[in-house]
């Protein structure tokens, strides 16, 4: 299917941002206040008389005796000038005066009072400050303005200030702002500098100040989504010209800044040539299980899921979840593979699934209730309904799906899992039983051969890897509804055991692996349940509003997706619900152009640079 | 094309191997020679007798005066057995007596002399033989008759015990048996059991006794390509237990050993799931650039070559060199792709080249003068004959030509190279002129990029890249019939620079990086010259009986193989030479079926389980 578009924005298969922002984030405006006057009590006899104007006149007297030095009742000497102000404006203005003069210190008998930690122009600005309100601040004395403030406690100043700062930050002066903010721990200005920096980090990081950046921001900083680099390598350069600029000091804070640069996402090849090899690095054995991840990751891809994997906003790339295939209403089948991307909230359809553009709809293969699977962000899909051999992957990357070695034993409602970078093909259905047949895939050798049996023949059972341990849950087994029975792979044994049952028997289900827990989702459950390989234990994740059997579910964006199903009157839904285990809660995401079910869901990494001109006929016979 | 094989074997496309025997090795046997006996002069008058029987006459006569204890002469006193025997019998027998009865020691005179390192029925079975020259060899005296023998040289019989123990090597014996031979250096027996060990490793390896092999017949053994071993994880793990068995004294061995194990053959996910872990490993910096290597090939492919990248022969993969497209008599088009191996001397034809199965000849693509290289075992293509865009990947595990994303600009007489796990296309003829444009391919986004262009704009030229620089050399430059010009670009400084210029201009020439060198070869040139890119100096390596224009040269299985060209009467050439850098040797190794020039050359590593059936149709539109 030939797909056009603009170089460097992705258009949607069809328009669908609308209907994607919709029902999801209606804004809320609350009511502006005007600022208070003459109020009148209804009944014509009393009045409440609020005269708004009053304190600016108060302020103006003050001011006025202060200028003629009259009833002033303190001199403050700061450096060789001296100010004759009145303690009882000072400690109405400042809980530091209000602190100074009203407690039984000897300041409070003190007629001259020296101070310290301020410079007298200062003193001045802060002085005429609270006696008129008004004070010039400029880019040579907000620093010592803003830091006198936040020692006397002039609020409304220090934010003056602050936001004085926030206008005028550039690439040079943000570091040394943010390290102000930092020391007077004046958390918005901080937070502000800190989303500047991150949206301004390539010009930023090369200058002198970014090395002198405290570790704690400097972590901050690396974790964010937004942090605006085209290459993760930017960010890793960051840090190790960070960790150089003092090694003795912070070698040992390597690991706290590694964790988070997105090693994984790093070019293969610039991982080897520059962070294997990076002196520091080799110095520094806490960072092990960091590369160790990025090694894997590379060889496996999502079979390695965590906050590294996901790429940055600003990349040229974007994790993507995916539904392949499946039948939507009145048992069509659909022939269609479309990526939906929940940071850049777009919906793309990729190349057709294989053998299913024929002149003849009869002819064309039937995509339903087969097995699929991520390895090295390539899709494999296998087998498929009446007992299917073919096993096709799709290369994300040239937009092709690409057949290679047949199943030896063809089958459907069956499950594909990748475990060690291998992948495993596992039971199912061979059109007269189930089966408990497992078979493992050699890339290189393009052969499939036997692996151990389930202990249980199952099909329509869900199925996923976890920290090297392979996990079958539920399914259909031979001569019963539904089982509940948990079967637990370990390839470093070969051999599969039971683990604790799931807390219902259940078919049609599906699950996926995620941080520590395996999420199962489908059936008849009508909720999400998870399982802890750790403590061996199930949990009630959150019920669901309807049955989903058949549905698909992805891990993507740090979220879980929930795709399409059939409800309790077998109806097919449309709806992808997200369920965000940080936040413990489950929205309703997006509503697809139809329902489907039976269908693929997984997830892959996708090219972002921009769609070029990809022509059909691309690959030999 | 349909390609049915039996499981197991290879089976050529059409009967090959006759012919690849045929020229090379014929058999010499040497004639051979009886005893000696009663021999005739011919004028009947003297005869010179010569009494072949005599010696043993002589020696049963000894014997009988040893029995009778007659003219004994010395006594030798072993543990507390005495044996009467003759002085001048044993200094016959023996270079060790010899030394103690002929030289001025005090043993000369002593009657009785005491005997030490052997003991009484060893001595008794030695003095027999010496006396009868028959001996009992049997498992239970053979290494003590060994040790004596080797000590007072009876080296006739050392050499009947070696024989003996050779003949009885068995998996629990080889290694106390080898360090027997070491021990006394008996190199033959040592040799015999080296290989012993390495046909039968696997049965070896567990053996508790192994553990103890002396680190330079271990690092020997490893070395070996004909180390019976079906996956290199098996000589891992050897080499890890072996260490492990005694880590303070071996650690520091490390290395060394681990030199010869082969890591890049290493299943990936393997490699950094049990080696990259490794404590031992994980404290041993001296291994890193042994890693490296290994992660570098992972991601690269035949950009690392050395003696670790090359398959063993049990395992099953084999390194071999293609011959792709190209062009052979009266100018017609050749379509096939063939495999050819030189360490199993055979040859299969694979997957024939895209766009090229059309009913109509003229309708085929006419695959020559195109550029080609290995990324990650898979084989690029892209150009060829006039100007074109077209670029497709060759993947030997399913065996399909995918086609990717076309190059910005057309061309043909160019050239691919592989730089920092990245494909590079350089300049070429575009239809109107050479061109110095430079493209770079990022396999995830799958697409090209300009990169910094030649200095000099070059078409046939030769080109390669060699420890993280490109060098193109000579062809044929604008306005000129050929150039001696080296050009080389640093992808750090991503700058081109001129090198020591060829020693003749010439284009229509290829070169490939092989250890140290890069080798060049084609054109007009009637030689192989090398380049030297740490000297930045040329040297002629050897004549060539012809010229070989638009020849083929690939590295393979640590030998040099140049395939086909045009001689001087541009006649297409069906020789393939092969250039052994170690023997510094230049040898016909075989005929192709029929002549072929201005094809591509490139090296991968093939699987050898066997052929299974693979279906045409087997990728989508």
Request: net charge negative.
């Amino acid at each position: 299917m030939l797909m056009a578009g603009q170089r460097g924005a992705w258009t949607m298969g069809d328009v669908v941002e609308k209907s994607l922002e919709g029902p999801l984030a209606p804004s809320t405006d609350e009511p502006s206040q005007k600022t208070g006057d003459l109020v009148e009590i209804l009944n014509g006899e009393k009045v409440k008389f609020d005269d708004a104007g009053l304190s600016l006149i108060l302020q103006n007297g003050l001011e006025t005796l202060r200028m003629e030095n009259a009833l002033t009742d303190v001199i403050l000497c700061v450096d060789i000038q001296e100010f004759s102000c009145h303690r009882v404006v000072l400690a109405a203005a400042s809980n530091y005066f209000r602190a100074m003069f009203c407690n039984d210190l000897k300041e409070k008998y003190e007629k001259r009072i020296i101070i310290k930690g301020v410079d007298a122009e200062t003193m001045h600005t802060l002085l005429d400050y609270t006696y008129t309100s008004k004070a010039l601040i400029t880019k040579q004395n907000v620093q010592r303005v803003l830091e006198a403030a936040n020692l006397f406690q002039f609020l409304r100043m220090v934010d003056a200030c602050a936001s004085f700062l926030t206008e005028a930050l550039n690439p040079e002066n943000c570091v040394g702002i943010l390290r102000l903010a930092d020391t007077h721990s004046l958390d918005s200005l901080k937070k502000q500098v800190q989303s500047y920096i991150i949206q301004n980090f390539v010009q930023i990081l090369n200058s002198e100040e970014f090395l002198d950046l405290p570790v704690d921001t400097l972590h901050h900083i690396l974790k964010s989504d937004d942090l605006y680099v085209t290459e993760e390598a930017q960010v890793f350069e960051t840090v190790m010209s960070w960790v150089r600029h003092k090694p003795s000091e912070r070698l040992c804070l390597l690991p706290y800044v590694l964790e988070n640069v997105r090693l994984p996402l790093l070019d293969p090849w610039y991982f080897v040539e520059t962070v294997e090899a990076d002196p520091l690095i080799r110095q520094c054995p806490e960072v092990f299980p960091l590369l160790q991840e990025a090694r894997m990751y590379h060889l496996s891809g999502n079979e390695i899921i965590s906050e590294r994997t996901k790429p940055r906003m600003h990349e040229f790339q974007s994790e993507v979840f995916m539904i392949i295939g499946g039948c939507t209403k009145d048992e069509r089948f659909v022939a269609e593979v479309t990526c939906l991307d929940p940071l850049r909230r777009s919906r793309l359809e990729v190349a057709k699934l294989p053998l299913t553009e024929h002149e003849l709809e009869s002819e064309n293969k039937k995509w339903v209730e087969f097995a699929c699977v991520t390895l090295k962000n390539e899709v494999y899909i296998s087998g498929g309904k009446e007992t299917q051999h073919d096993v096709w992957k799709y290369n994300s990357s040239i937009n092709k799906w690409i057949q290679i070695e047949y199943l030896n034993i063809g089958r459907w409602r069956h499950k594909m899992v990748v475990l060690g970078g291998k992948v495993y093909v596992i039971g199912g259905f061979d059109g007269l039983q189930r089966i408990n047949n497992v078979e493992t895939y050699d890339p290189f050798h393009n052969c499939w051969s036997e692996a151990a049996p389930l202990l249980v023949h199952v099909s329509s059972f869900a199925a996923t890897s976890h920290k090297k341990k392979l996990y079958v849950i539920g399914g259909g087994p031979n001569g019963k509804l539904a089982t509940d029975k948990t079967q637990c792979y370990d390839p470093s044994t070969n051999k599969w055991s039971l683990k604790a049952a799931m807390p219902v028997e259940a078919k049609c289900i599906n699950a996926v692996s995620f941080r520590d827990r395996i999420y199962v989702v489908g059936g008849a459950m009508r909720a999400l349940y998870a399982y802890s390989p750790l403590e061996d234990s199930w949990c009630l994740v959150t019920q669901l509003s309807h049955e989903r059997a058949s549905c698909g579910i992805a891990p993507c964006n740090n979220r879980l997706y929930i795709t399409g199903g059939r409800d309790e009157k077998n109806e097919v839904i449309a709806t992808v619900l997200c369920w965000d285990p940080e936040a413990q809660k489950l929205t309703e995401e997006c509503v697809l152009p139809r329902g489907v079910s039976h269908h693929g869901s997984v997830t892959i990494r996708k090219s972002y640079t921009h769609i070029r001109r990809i022509v059909p006929g691309a690959v030999s016979v």
